[in-house]
T-cell receptor, first 115, second 112 residues
Framework: DAMVIQNPRYQVTQFGKPVTLSCSQTLNHNVMYWYQQKSSQAPKLLFHYYDKDFNNEADTPDNFQSRRPNTSFCFLDIRSPGLGDAAMYLC??????????????FGPGTRLTVL | RKEVEQDPGPFNVPEGATVAFNCTYSNSASQSFFWYRQDCRKEPKLLMSVYSSGNEDGRFTAQLNRASQYISLLIRDSKLSDSATYLCVVNPRSSNTGKLIFGQGTTLQVKP
């Protein structure tokens, strides 16, 4: 089945230790998004890729970086995780410019714990 | 003012009740609207898209009022399984990259 896959589902890291979260999709969508969601809050967009074009949100900390080596994969790198970065990280995809434009499809998320 | 605003609730209703959620948006140029459902510790899942005046899917009806800039979600004959957080989502058309704006969500708890 076509889908959005995130690995790992649960990640525990130590304060300051770099961590990478991965997302892959079989939907062949041209846009991939990374969101951070904390308890009882809406998902907060960190950045997104429109094809190879990277779009950073103005309030995304420099501690967060992203890579999209090809259409199917996108990575979220947290260079020096702090306690405040503990959250659910959601990857989403959409096909912009075609039928069903705008609708975003989410992966199951990676829950990050920072010790 | 937030771009998308929802009453966070929680809404506590008995099974079988009808419940309605409202959502307001600030950008009058917004063109597409969605309701997503999110279960506790799970990812958001698309419930309904609202592209014109509104649409219906079984027990769920979404309405759009462009003049007043709000959308609503009506759930009839509530089931225990409807308990979740409902996210109002808007494409403000401020970019062409499909960026969406999420409301903070409305929590629904359906009780036996």
């Amino acid at each position: 089945d076509a889908m959005v896959i995130q690995n790992p589902r649960y990640q525990v890291t130590q304060f300051g230790k770099p961590v990478t979260l991965s997302c892959s999709q079989t939907l062949n969508h041209n846009v991939m998004y990374w969101y951070q969601q904390k308890s009882s809050q809406a998902p907060k967009l960190l950045f997104h890729y429109y094809d190879k074009d990277f779009n950073n949100e103005a309030d995304t900390p420099d501690n967060f970086q992203s890579r999209r080596p090809n259409t199917s994969f996108c990575f979220l790198d947290i260079r020096s995780p702090g306690l405040g970065d503990a959250a659910m990280y959601l990857c989403a995809t959409s096909r912009v410019g075609g039928p069903g434009t705008d609708t975003q499809y989410f992966g199951p998320g990676t829950r990050l714990t920072v010790l | 003012r937030k771009e998308v605003e929802q009453d966070p609730g929680p809404f506590n209703v008995p099974e079988g009740a009808t419940v309605a959620f409202n959502c307001t948006y600030s950008n009058s140029a917004s063109q597409s609207f969605f309701w997503y459902r999110q279960d506790c510790r799970k990812e958001p899942k698309l419930l309904m898209s609202v592209y014109s005046s509104g649409n219906e899917d079984g027990r769920f009806t979404a309405q759009l009022n462009r003049a007043s800039q709000y959308i609503s979600l009506l759930i009839r004959d509530s089931k225990l399984s409807d308990s979740a957080t409902y996210l109002c989502v808007v494409n403000p058309r401020s970019s062409n990259t499909g960026k969406l704006i999420f409301g903070q969500g409305t929590t629904l708890q359906v009780k036996p």
